[in-house]
Nanobody
Framework: QERLVESGGGSVQAGESLRLSCSAF??????????LGWFRQAPGKERERVALINRDDTTNYAAAVKGRFTISKDNGKNTMYLQMNSLQLEDTATYYC???????????????????WGQGTQVTVSS
C-alpha cells in the first residue's frame, strides 16, 4: 500500500543541524501536485505544523522555526526534505511528514489531518 517513510532523525547538540527525508512509495495521487508538510509533537503537547510546501513551491513556516528550517521536495524522487539548522532544545519532538493530493495538511482543535502520514522520526536536541 502507499506509505511515507521518514529518515534522518537523531540526537544532536544545540546549534547543530539535521536533515530529515520522507519518501513516498506506491503513491496513488500525483506527487508533483500534492501539498506536503512536516509536523512535530513533543511529549504531552499537541501536534503542530512546522512547514508546508505546495504544488507551486510556495512555502509556509511556523514562527518558531522560520529562518532556521527549510522545506523542499524532489518530485522525481517522490521525496520531501526538512533541513533543520541552529537546532534548539525546544525543537525536541517526534517529526512527521504528511502528504495530501487534494488540499494542504492542517491542524485544528489539537489534531492534524492529511491523506497520508509518515511513521515519525525522533529529533532530540541537548545542551
Amino acid at each position: 500500500q502507499e506509505r511515507l517513510v521518514e529518515s534522518g532523525g537523531g540526537s544532536v547538540q544545540a546549534g547543530e543541524s539535521l536533515r530529515l527525508s520522507c519518501s513516498a512509495f506506491q503513491y496513488d495521487g500525483d506527487y508533483s501536485s500534492s501539498c506536503l508538510g512536516w509536523f512535530r509533537q513533543a511529549p504531552g503537547k499537541e501536534r503542530e505544523r512546522v512547514a508546508l510546501i505546495n504544488r507551486d513551491d510556495t512555502t509556509n513556516y511556523a514562527a518558531a522555526v522560520k529562518g532556521r528550517f527549510t522545506i523542499s521536495k524532489d518530485n522525481g524522487k517522490n521525496t520531501m526534505y526538512l533541513q533543520m539548522n541552529s537546532l534548539q532544545l525546544e525543537d525536541t519532538a517526534t517529526y512527521y511528514c504528511a502528504a495530501d493530493p487534494r488540499s494542504c495538511p492542517y491542524c485544528s482543535g489539537g489534531h492534524c489531518y492529511a491523506m497520508i502520514w509518515g511513521q515519525g522520526t525522533q529529533v532530540t536536541v541537548s545542551s
